[in-house]
């Protein structure tokens, strides 16, 4: 199999740069040992004004078929006689990848000792390969390349022969490739793509794979338009590593349209602590003040938005009242956790089919969380900043629009009997704000008028006649299913009868 990268310069920035990219000397032939065979790397032609380099991969047939032996590792797609008669040695493959990454590995990471400024330069470069595996044709090949930012995508489908042309084509095109790009771009959309393409790979798929596909993706996999076959196809359809790779790709999509980085957004879980507050028992007291609001609003369908490690889906799960469970949270770590208490690979169908598990962001409108009977939202909002409430507000109240809305956020009066907490400090590293219980209060009040809810405060944990709660609850009901974002909207916002204690905003 062979694969030819070619650019063009001038004097002043000639072509023969792309030897010190590849790290392998124009004026030199090079062979490499790789698992299946060698590879070589020459250069037809290196002048100033026209450099290529090639990559030609002789496969040995008797290590393909050694290596191949178990289901999932001959490499080609074909069963009886495949290890025998198969396209492995003449197209480019995830063979081809594998020696794509090992002989240019530096130049694949975007680096370069000798010149560490080129890495980052684009230079115009034409991609050849001469026999490439298609599986979905020349349109797929053309819906993978051309959103990535080449000029010239060109897929040539290869006859079956030549002299029979009422045999029709194969599955195979003549690749050509023409664009101003990195260098690094290029190799890391080659080592994705072309077993892609191929729609096969001849190693076993671990769970690092996922790491691999990220790492060659950084930069164009998360916004691609066909993010999901290409993760499905290179993680050869293993359900788990795909979804897994699919929402660690959504993470890096919320954070590039928050411009933040991924570690800012997929902070939920501090794994150096447990998030539930000391003393524990206040936990506990929250989850039961949810789960006597939840039967007391009559729900069934469930949405526990921010469901974080997974406590209060487990004391769902446990009551056959509620017939469909959802947590979503935007960090993966915090889903995985989730899975993990709920044991939901061992879990039973009936009490799978229960429950269902979405990585998204509040910061967004979900089509997904509408037609619910309630919505919870536990200890979720300061963990946001201020100005991103209005997001959040019109997602659930406006968009997704819940029956019943449970809100609970720490009461920051409480924090002067935390004999641990320093003065001034919030309960949780993370937590953008705290509010007292006039301010949760307002903030409630407007939220209900303007989306047509009433809404009532619950304390949870031991009422302090001084300083309140420690954590306060509001529940919204729906009181005008019409009334979406609608500041004039003339809606009753009630509130508990309770007569405030000594201390208490009213």
Known sequence: MFLTISTTGSPERPATDLGYLLHKHPGKTQAFSTSHGTAHVFYPEASAQRCTAALLLEVDPVALVRRGRGKGRG???DAALAQYVNDRPYAASSLLAVALSGVFRTALKGQCALRPELPEQTRPLRVEIPVLPARGGARLVHR????LGWDLVQADPVPLDEQFPEWGDSRYVRLVLEGELRLADALRQLYVLLPVLDDAKHYWISPDEVDKLLRAGDGWLAAHPENGLITSRYLARHKRLTQDAIERLELVRLAEADGSEVEEIDNAVDETRDTEERPVPLAVRRREAILAALRGAGAQRVLDLGCGQGQLLQALLGDPAYSEIVGMDVSVRALQIAARRLRLDRMGERQSARLK???????????????????????????????????????VFGSARPRTVLVTTPNVEYNVRWETLPAGHVRHSDHRFEWN??????????????????????PVGDDDPEVGPPTQMAVFTQSDPTAVDDPTAATDTTHSTDTPKEGEAA
Request: glycine fraction near 8%.
């Open 75 to 77: 490499g080609a797609p």
């Open 357 to 395: 598990l979405l990585q998204g962001s509040l910061a967004y409108t979900d089509k997904r969380l509408a037609g619910y009977d309630a919505a919870v939202l536990s200890e979720v909002i300061e963990h946001l900043d201020p100005e991103r409430l209005p997001a959040l507000e019109y997602a």
């Open 437 to 458: 219980r006039a301010e949760f209060r307002a903030w409630a009040d407007e939220v209900a008028r303007r989306h047509g809810y009433g809404v009532r405060y619950v």
């Open 144 to 147: 993978l390349f051309e959103p």
